[in-house]
């Protein structure tokens, strides 16, 4: 893969409320899509993840969808809480398996 | 485990210097990274190693060099240091010999290049 365009590139939601991130790719040999959160000055740590075989994984309040007919994952965080906010990456690993593209990533801010 | 390790934290080095970022893994990972990040970039990725012996490039990999002579260690080598590597260099790991598993990430070292 050689293209990951990230949306929006900063999310401010309340308390509790939902927070979606959507991923576009180019690469259609693109076969796995994880999602990694940054906390501010800390390094990027995996958060859920999902394989080209699969169109939705949930874990507790955090879920990703992907659709690879149009070429699109997102992530979806319910009842959002303060410490949330971070920085979030989406990425995809193309059709060689051995690289690893990030988008850009979205600022997710959760006021209390 | 100490997971990946990196050092320096932090590092200043006027234009042209060479330097060494050390990075090293104690999880018996075969699949080892360096990205570098900067702001509204994202993470790119500069050059990655399937296994010892082994390197390919990246995304971004001129003014870089890599080796893995041992599976644990994957030192990044910058030859001669300019402003434009000025950036937070991340090192990862996973343990399949491919970039479709879980990458852990080491702590970063902050490069500032006068």
């Known amino acids: 893969g050689e293209n990951v365009e990230q949306h929006p590139s900063t999310l401010s939601v309340q308390e509790g409320d939902s927070a979606v991130i959507k991923c576009t790719y180019s690469d259609s040999a693109s076969n796995y899509f994880p999602w990694y959160k940054q906390e501010l000055g800390k390094r990027p740590q995996l958060i859920i993840d999902?394989?080209?075989?699969?169109g939705e994984k949930k874990d507790q309040r955090i879920a990703v969808t992907l659709n690879k007919t149009a070429k699109h994952f997102s992530l979806h965080i319910t009842e959002t809480q303060p410490e949330d906010s971070a920085v979030y990456f989406c990425?995809?690993?193309?059709?060689?398996?051995?690289?690893?593209?990030f988008g850009k990533g979205t600022l997710l801010t959760v006021n209390p | 485990n100490a997971g990946v390790t990196q050092t320096p934290k932090f590092q200043v080095l006027k234009t042209g210097q060479s330097m060494t970022l050390q990075c090293a893994q104690d999880m018996n990972h075969e699949y080892m990274s360096w990205y570098r990040q900067d702001p509204g970039m994202g993470l790119r990725l500069i050059h990655y190693s399937v296994g010892a012996g082994i390197t390919d490039q990246g995304e971004v990999p001129n003014g870089y060099n890599v080796s893995r002579s041992t599976t644990e260690d994957f030192p990044l080598r910058l030859l001669s240091a300019a402003p434009s590597q000025t950036s937070v260099y991340f090192c990862?790991?996973?343990?399949?010999?491919?970039?479709?598993?879980?990458?852990?990430f080491g702590p970063g070292t902050r490069l500032t290049v006068l």
């Open positions: 990425a995809e690993s193309g059709g060689s398996n051995y690289k690893l593209t």
């Open positions: 990862a790991s996973s343990y399949d010999r491919d970039s479709t598993d879980t990458q852990y």
């Open positions: 999902i394989r080209s075989n699969v």
